[in-house]
């Protein structure tokens, strides 16, 4: 296995591995801890990686399409989900997965909530 799956520990540059890799697997069985936002699933999409992750709602929601999703807790699903993606690197797939993930930028998010904020108590208390 060492051969084909290199195991990187300690402190390491995540975007230049991301970049570096064929696909990123994130099996994730919930979201629990993530705060209902994956930002590994986004770093990878806006890395223009392959993705692999589990068919979870919340995930769907955001990458329905543009990721390969197996069926959470499932390894034999897992399995072939990877087998699949390794022989499918769909580029048309990663470039929308790219496109969507800008959806999420903090600018665009602040954004989204100064025009909240706007909405919910006037312009004349924002700064």
Not at 27 to 49: F, I
Not at 51 to 61: I, N, S
Not at 102 to 127: A, D, M, P
Request: charged content about 25%; glycine content about 6%.
């Amino acid at each position: 296995m060492n051969h084909v799956v290199e195991f990187i520990t300690g402190n390491i540059p995540i975007e230049e591995y991301v970049n570096f890799a064929d696909v990123v697997v994130l099996p994730y069985r919930n979201l629990q801890g993530t705060e209902g936002n994956p930002s590994c699933l986004l770093e990878a999409m806006s890395c223009k990686t392959l993705v692999v992750t589990t068919d979870l709602p919340e995930l769907r929601e955001i990458a329905n399409g543009l990721v390969f999703m197996a069926k959470p807790g499932d390894v034999d699903s897992l399995t072939e989900t990877i087998i699949q993606a390794m022989g499918k690197k769909d580029q048309e797939m990663i470039e929308k997965a790219y496109h969507k993930v800008q959806e999420f930028s903090f600018e665009r998010i602040t954004e989204e909530f100064l025009k909240l904020y706007e909405k919910l108590v006037g312009n004349s208390y924002i700064v």
